[in-house]
């Protein structure tokens, strides 16, 4: 390849680069206009605010200046070999932009090819200033610039006292004491650019963290709602549907028997608008009593005979609500699908675990499947909440029926130290 064709190469990736910027700048400026006014009335601006454009290799071109010194020598003639030192100058410039372009892709900044173009710059650097000196010592803090940008990490401090000190000795060789100043310049501008690109790169990492962590919270919560909106409805139109036949049934040799049906299915969905609130706004806390109240009540209407055992110490009010979705949820599948005769529900508990189980004599045969690609309803999602809290949950056929069975740890501190078992209840 030759040379006329590498510099076409460069002036295109600097054009493209410039393009580029220039884009970024103005989608910046039209997210600070359509949002400036109003993060001074929200508090945006206190939790950050646009940043602008990230920084790229025009944040360091304007540090080419420090070579002019170098310049003016070569068109005044006073420069030994004005030809060696003009390609020399050219050879750094070219270099200097090549890195520093390449500095702000991490990929491109630990390639080979930015390493040795690092290497070549030091060497000439090197070799200007021992044949010229002078205002040629200036490419020393211009290389530590150079040096800043790419280098991260532990191993910047030694690269930046090595660098300097190679400048010290070669600026004292030509200069004298005048060298400390350039070897102090080195390791200035060697050590505040990395740090500051270092600090630019995690601020905006961090302010990508962030968003990815909004994001996935509010996943979470559509996850939550979706699910919780599937139980609580499922359970309760079930419930509804159940007494709606059972009135119907009733309502031409039992009037009154009918109206209590009717009466139930007021009070249950006036119930689901209340659950169903607290589940939008996520406070909502089940309590396993009344689930099992609500359980005996929905089994009795579908012609189930409901049995509850319930024993061991009291429980925790988030270990209830998880037992709670367990009951709502396999009780509503014994109505709907087991055609059971009875259903025993028992709650065991001792100061280290607590087990329910949900047993019918019905069918034996498994809710219905989820569609696919929807996940969190059913016992897939009470699985889900039961497997993070510890717990699990097992469900399948049994000998006679369909049986679901619960476990979930007892935290310590849950159990107060005196606290008396709960008697065996029997329904």
């Given at each position: 390849m030759s040379w006329k064709h590498r510099v076409t190469c460069r002036i295109v990736e600097l054009r493209d680069a410039r393009q580029e910027w220039k884009a970024d700048r103005d989608v910046w400026k039209a997210e600070w206009r359509a949002g400036g006014k109003g993060a001074k009335n929200s508090g945006a601006a206190d939790q950050g605010?646009?940043?602008?454009?990230?920084?790229?290799?025009?944040?360091?071109?304007?540090?080419?200046?420090?070579?002019?010194?170098?310049?003016?020598?070569?068109?005044?003639?006073?420069?030994?070999?004005?030809?060696?030192?003009?390609?020399?100058?050219?050879?750094?410039?070219?270099?200097?932009?090549?890195?520093?372009?390449?500095?702000?892709?991490?990929?491109?900044?630990?390639?080979?090819?930015?390493?040795?173009?690092?290497?070549?710059?030091?060497?000439?650097?090197?070799?200007?200033?021992?044949?010229?000196?002078?205002?040629?010592?200036?490419?020393?803090?211009?290389?530590?610039?150079?040096?800043g940008a790419v280098v991260r990490g532990r191993?910047?401090?030694?690269?930046?006292?090595?660098?300097?000190?190679?400048?010290?000795?070669?600026?004292?060789?030509?200069?004298?004491?005048?060298?400390?100043?350039?070897?102090?310049?080195?390791?200035?501008?060697?050590?505040?650019?990395?740090?500051?690109?270092?600090?630019?790169?995690a601020v905006r990492e961090l302010r990508a963290a962030r968003e990815e962590l909004a994001h996935r919270a509010v996943e979470q919560e559509r996850l939550r709602f979706s699910r919780d909106l599937h139980d609580l409805l499922g359970h309760t139109l079930s419930v509804i549907v159940v007494k709606s036949e059972a009135a119907r049934r009733l309502a031409h040799r039992d009037l009154d028997a009918a109206l209590t049906q009717v009466s139930d299915i007021e009070s249950v969905g006036r119930q689901a608008l209340t659950e169903i609130r607290e589940a939008v706004t996520g406070y909502r806390e089940g309590s396993l009593t009344t689930e099992l109240d609500r359980a005996r009540?929905?089994?009795?209407?579908?012609?189930?005979?409901?049995?509850?055992?319930?024993?061991?110490?009291?429980?925790?009010?988030?270990?209830?609500?998880?037992?709670?979705?367990?009951?709502?949820?396999?009780?509503?599948?014994?109505?709907?699908?087991?055609?059971?005769?009875?259903?025993?529900i028992s709650v065991d508990g001792n100061p280290e675990r607590v087990r329910l189980r949900v047993h019918d004599n019905g069918r034996g045969a498994a809710a219905e499947p989820p569609e696919p690609g929807v996940g969190g309803t059913g016992l897939r999602g009470l699985t889900e909440r039961l497997g993070a809290a510890g717990g699990s949950l097992e469900a399948g056929p049994a000998t006679r029926g369909f049986t679901v069975t619960a476990e979930l740890p007892v935290l310590p501190g849950e159990v107060a130290p005196d606290a008396m078992p709960v008697p065996e209840r029997a329904g």
């Open positions: 605010g646009p940043m602008g454009p990230p920084p790229n290799g025009f944040a360091l071109l304007p540090w080419l200046l420090m070579g002019l010194g170098a310049f003016s020598n070569l068109l005044q003639g006073k420069t030994a070999n004005p030809w060696i030192g003009g390609i020399g100058l050219f050879v750094f410039n070219s270099l200097y932009i090549s890195v520093v372009f390449q500095a702000f892709d991490k990929k491109r900044r630990e390639a080979r090819y930015t390493l040795l173009a690092l290497i070549a710059m030091g060497l000439l650097t090197c070799g200007l200033a021992i044949a010229y000196g002078g205002s040629w010592l200036m490419f020393f803090p211009l290389l530590g610039l150079a040096v191993r910047l401090g030694q690269v930046a006292l090595g660098l300097s000190a190679l400048a010290g000795t070669i600026g004292g060789l030509k200069e004298g004491w005048d060298a400390l100043n350039i070897a102090y310049g080195t390791f200035l501008s060697t050590m505040v650019t990395a740090a500051i690109l270092s600090l630019a790169e009540s929905a089994l009795t209407a579908a012609g189930i005979e409901p049995v509850v055992r319930q024993s061991g110490p009291p429980l925790a009010a988030q270990t209830e609500a998880l037992l709670g979705w367990v009951v709502r949820e396999a009780v509503t599948n014994a109505v709907r699908h087991s055609g059971a005769a009875r259903c025993e």
